[in-house]
């Protein structure tokens, strides 16, 4: 399992940073998966986020694991094809009671580019 994948599964919730125009925003997410050693994301296509990654697929990520805290940076890559909507589907079946893998809103985002840091008070505690 990618280091990425480890980390925003520790933490359950994360926080995900994109734009619009010039202005930041943030929001939390819960669903992470990995195919082929690559980190998947999902989202709602309705939703202003996923105009904002389209439109900068710059994102960067960030949540708790204990009393340690993470920062996750990459592109965030949309992956349209029904085999990775259905996997991330079955590896976070809580998705299944609001999305079908072809219902024409659920999508699915894999990270490229990606760089990692945990953090802790005493100083940095892994990179990759």
Avoid: C, H
Wanted: cysteine-free; glycine content about 10%; hydrophobic content about 40%.
């Amino acid at each position: 399992m990618s280091k990425a994948t480890e980390w925003l599964k520790a933490a359950g919730t994360f926080f995900i940073a994109t734009v619009e125009g010039d202005q930041p925003r943030v929001r939390p997410f819960g669903a992470v998966a990995e195919i082929d050693g690559k980190t998947y994301l999902s989202l709602n296509n309705t939703k202003k986020v996923f105009a904002q990654i389209k439109a900068n697929p710059k994102v960067e990520i960030t949540g708790q694991i204990g009393g340690d805290w993470f920062r996750i940076w990459g592109k965030a890559i949309q992956d349209d094809t029904l085999a990775a909507r259905e996997e991330v589907i079955k590896q976070n079946p809580s998705l299944a009671g609001m999305y079908k893998a072809d219902d024409g809103l659920f999508e699915v985002l894999y990270l490229t580019d990606v760089k990692g840091k945990l953090e802790g008070f005493g100083g940095p505690i892994e990179e990759f």
